[in-house]
């Protein structure tokens, strides 16, 4: 897994959307991004708002509303794919969490809001879908608050043969009609030098990655 390949920037089958939010929930992920929306919160002050960029089925967006429920913020989940917006109001709408979140649809490289009025921005594994990530980026330091912070967490290629050995195993106990996107968004995904040098080119201040075995992490400022 050297050359990275590139994965299509979104899911427009309403069919292949609702198979992908119901892959994506099973309690190991629910997990993921449970954590990933209590890191992100606490960057979030009472009042502000948070865009979901890339939010897919909404997973990481529901459990941001759930968490600032009673703050006064605005949840915002954006999306390339009419029909993954579609899914993500359905499972809000599941939560009892309908009117609580609003859906946008948008690109991540031309996102539909005001320069300097999002305080806190959230993705989960979106970045290796956008065709410019650098300029997704800029747009994200166009749109954030000064003291605006954006937490981006993604898969990553892998290279090192205990990290491609777990990601095998983890593939095993994907149903087999999945697996095949699974091992996609891995070849698509960046190392982490690669998304140093594309985020050193970016107005993103302030930032850094973070990486474990499988995965991705940037945090930075507008």
């Known amino acids: 897994m050297t050359e990275r390949v590139p994965e299509a920037e979104a899911i427009a089958d309403i069919h292949d959307a609702r198979q992908y939010s119901e892959r994506m929930s099973n309690r190991f992920v629910m997990h993921e991004y449970r954590q990933l929306a209590r890191e ?3 960057h979030l002050p009472d009042g502000g708002v948070i865009i979901d960029v890339g939010t897919g089925p909404g997973y990481v967006a529901i459990e941001v509303a759930r968490l600032v429920a009673g703050r006064g913020c605005r949840v915002i989940g954006v999306d390339l794919s009419r029909a993954m917006l579609t899914v993500a109001a359905e499972n809000a709408e599941r939560q009892g969490l309908a009117d609580t979140i609003t859906w946008r649809h948008a690109d991540a490289k031309s996102l539909p809001f005001e320069s300097d009025s999002i305080d806190c921005i ?15 980026f800029d747009e994200m330091a ?9 937490v981006v967490r993604d898969s990553k290629r892998l290279r090192r043969p205990l990290s491609r050995l777990f990601a095998w195993l983890i593939g095993m106990t994907i149903p087999a009609d999945f697996r095949r996107h699974y091992w996609n968004s891995i070849r698509s995904s960046y190392t982490s030098e690669e998304l140093s040098s594309i985020l050193a080119r970016t107005r993103l201040s302030g930032y850094n990655i973070t990486e474990d075995m499988m995965d991705l992490v940037v945090i930075g400022k507008g």
């Open 40 to 42: 992100v919160v606490v």
């Open 122 to 136: 959230v993705s989960s594994g979106s970045l290796h879908h956008w065709a410019d990530p650098g300029r997704a």
């Open 142 to 150: 166009r749109v954030l608050t000064p003291n605006g912070t954006c």
